[in-house]
């Protein structure tokens, strides 16, 4: 009785709070931003004619003369940093992955999505502000494309592409871009963030294409029907710096509604919805350990492209009957198998994987000794029912075997990309190339490899469905192996754990009340009589 009273007043103070801070007024996200005061095709400076992209960054300069160096302090810039909860470097300089496995060795790859230009050996100059790619997040034409292998720069010259296709591909117009540019849309932003992994949706499956215009179902506050937000309306920036990491995620955020906009340096549901956002107080109770994501994004990779699930590097190199390298599609048109890259599997409309987090993650470094014995997970996540700071949060899980040194026990670097002879993807020989890899980082290397299955969990934070759409009740609160919460153990879930103190008091509070009813229902037919009867 004490505990249920304890639930019964919890319940009205949260909704009395919820109230509180449903009456007052939030900015409109929805609201278009205002215009620019500059008109920048009026700008001598920007009317060219430029050729190249680092001409455009120095126009910019002219008048943005602290941008460049804003720029240099964000991991958009350094692609490095401390995570703050635990003082390890992280980064993808440092930290490995089970996709390509490491940038290094592999620059003008990778670095395609790198917020500069000619990032394309380990010499390259961080301190060249001409080196600052400031229309990859400003251009407002949409013509403005990085090309995949030329680190970091777009066409300046026509291109035949894809080689052998006989289409030949026109260089933007880098003076147009410039007069052009603006705030941040989520194209912008996609061009990197959806492609991460070699290619649309591969990488995080909560970010692909389909959000550039997403239907309301898909998600919510980026819907031109919903919110109509953009990626920079919750990853607000500071003197260009984004809030926001996925190397150490904001486990819970106690700050609740920034009033007005007194801290920028979140990007959370509570940022905008606070810490009791329901009608419900029953279900405003679930928010002390339930990442708002967990109920909110019911699948992932839901708007019609399959992310990557799985990649087998141990696979690669395998040829058909007429000795050339074998590449092979699935009925969907994905390639299954490659040659350079080995086996894939990918996923649509994919339930994620639940975890309890408390804001720490541990990441494996390229340089860290690891255990063999068992499957590695490049960046554990931690937390328990018991620990105050964490919540159970949604994840993908990416699965697949990678290279490593098999003495040293370390993952290795291994060079994938390049026209040399030493690139995997030239001469499919992962003894080359690993040795490659190694020596250009300047690591040690036994020179004997195998292959470890690894395992890495990425948050999913995005393709927000819905109210209407949220994870159902009985979906978590269930006896059904298939349960969404049936890898959480660890504390009492009522409809899907029996304990017999608690079944023995629920049974009894039931018949109780069912009891208690009967008795005044009772009570209230025999006292009807007697009035009955003294009349």
């Known amino acids: 009785m004490i505990r249920h009273a304890h639930a019964i007043l919890l319940g009205g103070l949260l909704v009395l709070l919820h109230a509180v801070a449903a ?19 009026k700008i001598e400076a920007l009317k060219g004619p430029f050729k190249t992209g680092p001409e455009v960054t120095q126009a910019c300069l002219a008048c943005h003369n602290q ?49 500069g230009y000619g990032w394309k050996d380990k010499d390259f100059d961080f301190t060249k502000q001409e080196n600052v790619d400031c229309v990859a997040c400003h251009d407002k034409t949409g013509s403005y494309k990085k090309i995949a292998t030329d680190a970091g720069h777009p066409l300046y010259e026509p291109r035949e592409m894809p080689k052998g296709s006989g289409k030949i591909v026109q260089p933007p117009d880098l003076a147009k871009i410039a007069q052009s540019v603006g705030k941040p849309g989520r194209e912008n932003c996609g061009a990197c963030h959806f492609n991460g992994g070699g290619g649309d949706a591969v990488k995080h499956g909560d970010l692909d294409s389909s959000l550039t215009k997403p239907s309301r179902d898909l998600d919510v506050h980026m819907a031109a029907d919903g919110a109509n937000m953009v990626c920079a309306d919750c990853h607000t920036f500071n003197a260009h710096i ?12 106690t700050h609740g509604i920034d009033l007005p906009n007194d801290d920028h340096n979140r990007a959370s549901c509570e940022s905008c919805h606070g810490g009791t956002p329901h009608k419900q107080a029953q279900i405003n109770l679930h928010t002390d350990k339930l990442a708002c994501q967990t109920c909110h994004i019911p699948e992932y990779a839901r708007g019609g492209l399959a992310t990557k699930m ?18 092979i599609k699935d009925e969907h048109g994905h390639l299954s198998y490659s040659a350079e890259k080995g086996d894939f599997k990918y996923g649509e409309n994919v339930r994620p994987e639940y975890k309890w987090y408390n804001g720490i993650v541990r990441q ?3 340089t860290d000794k690891i255990d063999d014995s068992k499957i590695l997970e490049l960046n554990a996540v931690e937390g328990s029912a ?14 697949g075997k990678q290279p490593y040194d098999t003495v040293n026990k370390t993952l290795v670097v291994n060079h994938v990309y390049g026209n040399d002879d030493t690139s995997l993807w030239s001469n499919f020989d992962y003894e080359k ?82 009891g208690g009813s009967l008795i005044h229902a009772l009570f209230r037919i025999l006292s009807r009589r007697r009035k009955g009867d003294e009349k």
Request: glycine share 8%.
């Open 242 to 253: 984004p809030s926001g990491s996925r190397y150490a995620a904001q486990a819970k955020d």
């Open 310 to 327: 799985w990649w087998d590097w141990s696979t690669a190199g395998k040829r058909g009957p007429d000795g050339k390298p074998l590449f």
């Open 364 to 366: 494996v470094a390229i």
């Open 386 to 399: 018991t620990d105050p700071n964490a919540k159970v949060w949604p994840f993908k899980v990416m699965r």
């Open 23 to 41: 009456a007052v007024p939030l900015p409109a996200a929805s609201a278009p931003h205002p215009a620019s005061t500059t008109d920048h095709s």
């Open 433 to 514: 190339s690993i040795k490659a890899g190694m020596d250009y980082a300047g690591l040690p290397y036994s020179g004997q490899y195998g292959f470890i299955e690894t395992r890495m969990n990425w948050f999913i934070t995005h393709m927000v469905a819905p109210k209407e759409k949220a994870v159902p009740c009985q979906q978590c609160h269930t006896r059904s192996e298939d349960g969404r919460l049936a890898a959480i153990t660890d504390l009492y879930l009522p409809g899907r754990d029996r304990n017999i103190w608690i079944d023995t008091l629920g049974g009894l509070a039931i018949a109780g009340s069912i």
């Open 67 to 115: 941008a460049a160096h804003q720029v240099m302090k964000s991991q958009h810039w350094t692609w490095d940093s401390i995570n703050p909860a635990t003082g390890k470097r992280v980064g993808k300089k440092i930290s490995a992955n089970n996709f390509c496995g490491s940038p290094i060795s592999n620059e003008p790859r990778c670095t395609s999505c790198h917020a």
